[in-house]
């Protein structure tokens, strides 16, 4: 007897904690559809001009403005997919970044290989709602 009470409650407890880490993820516990923009680096331009809108349903649009170019804008539409962490999310198509971290009120784009760029103009790869 003690052994399947032993049993239970174990499991309880394993339910509850996924649950409970799967609720904290940006995914479940922010309001993450919107707006998101900010200015990026170019090697070409002064800048690019970035805004985001991640929708509910897992689409979004993406259009980029190179600042020292009159009619240089790129729309992307399509949709993402958010990794197992729910932390990070995966643009669908080829000629933009496709990864971006989810936090409060901002949209971190990510490097090729999931990570947080570094450096000098790390600040300007975060956008904000």
Not at 41 to 62: H, M, R
Not at 71 to 83: E, L, P, R
Not at 88 to 103: A, D, N, Q, R
């Amino acid at each position: 007897m003690k052994k399947s009470l032993l049993i239970a409650v174990s499991v309880v407890l394993l339910i509850g904690f996924i649950s409970c880490s799967t609720m904290d993820s940006p995914k479940n516990a922010l309001n993450w559809a919107g707006v998101y923009t900010g200015i990026i680096p170019a090697a070409s331009a002064s800048g690019i001009d970035v805004e985001i809108t991640l929708n509910s349903d897992n689409t979004y649009k993406v259009i980029y403005r190179y600042i020292d170019r009159s009619n240089a804008s790129y729309v992307h539409i399509g949709d993402f997919k958010w990794d197992n962490t729910g932390n990070i999310i995966t643009l669908s198509g080829k000629e933009i970044p496709p990864f971006y971290k989810v936090e409060e009120n901002v949209l971190i784009q990510l490097d090729l290989k999931r990570k947080i760029i570094q450096g000098e103009f790390a600040e300007n790869y975060k956008l904000r709602k």
